[in-house]
C-alpha cells in the first residue's frame, strides 16, 4: 500500500495536486477572507506549512535521485548556467513550491493589510488575482490602491 502511494506521487502529480492544493486558499481569501476559516487555514502558517513539508520531501527525493544540490550555485554565474538548470524537471518543481508559497504568503499579506486599515474588499480584489498569477505586479498595483485608498505613503509598513 504504502509503495502504491509512493509511486502515486511522481514529480507530475505532485505538480498537479501542487495547482490545485492552493486554489481554495486564494478562493477563500478572494471571496471570504473575514470569516474565521480564512484566519484559522489560510492567513495563518497552515498553508505556508503544508508547502514546506511538500518542499522538504522533494529536496529528500532529488537528494535520492542522485541531484547534486552544488549545481543550484551555479545559477549566479551566468544565464547558460540557469537554462541548464531550467532543463531539470527537479529544479522546475521546487522553484514551483516557491513561487507558489511566496505568493500565497504576498496575498495573505495584502488581505491582513487591508483588513487593518479599513479598506473595502473590492478594491484588493484586482490586486490579489493579480498576486497569484503574477506576484510582484499585484503588490505593486495594491501598493497604489493603498496609497489613494489611505492618502498616504508608508515605504516601511
Known amino acids: 500500500m504504502i509503495g502504491q502511494i509512493y509511486n502515486y506521487f511522481s514529480i507530475e502529480m505532485i505538480y498537479l ?21 480564512c484566519k484559522i487555514f489560510v492567513t495563518s502558517i497552515f498553508p505556508i506549512l503544508i508547502l514546506a513539508i511538500i518542499d522538504l520531501y522533494l529536496i529528500f527525493e532529488i537528494y535520492n535521485n542522485g541531484f547534486n544540490f552544488l549545481d543550484i550555485f551555479a545559477l549566479y ?59 510582484p505586479f499585484g503588490l505593486l498595483i495594491y501598493w497604489f490602491v493603498r496609497i489613494f485608498f489611505s492618502k498616504r505613503i508608508d515605504l516601511y509598513e
Not at 495536486?17 to 476559516?37: A, E, S, Y
Open 77 to 135: 554565474l551566468g544565464m547558460d548556467e540557469l537554462i541548464n538548470l531550467f532543463s531539470d524537471r527537479s529544479f522546475i518543481i521546487l522553484i514551483w513550491v516557491h513561487f507558489l508559497a511566496i505568493n500565497l504568503f504576498c496575498g495573505n499579506w495584502i488581505v491582513r493589510d487591508y483588513q487593518k486599515i479599513g479598506m473595502p474588499k473590492y478594491l484588493a480584489f484586482f490586486p490579489i488575482i493579480l498576486t497569484y498569477f503574477i506576484g
Open 17 to 37: 495536486w501542487l495547482n490545485l492544493g492552493v486554489l481554495p486558499f486564494w478562493f477563500i481569501l478572494l471571496f471570504f477572507p473575514q470569516t474565521k476559516i
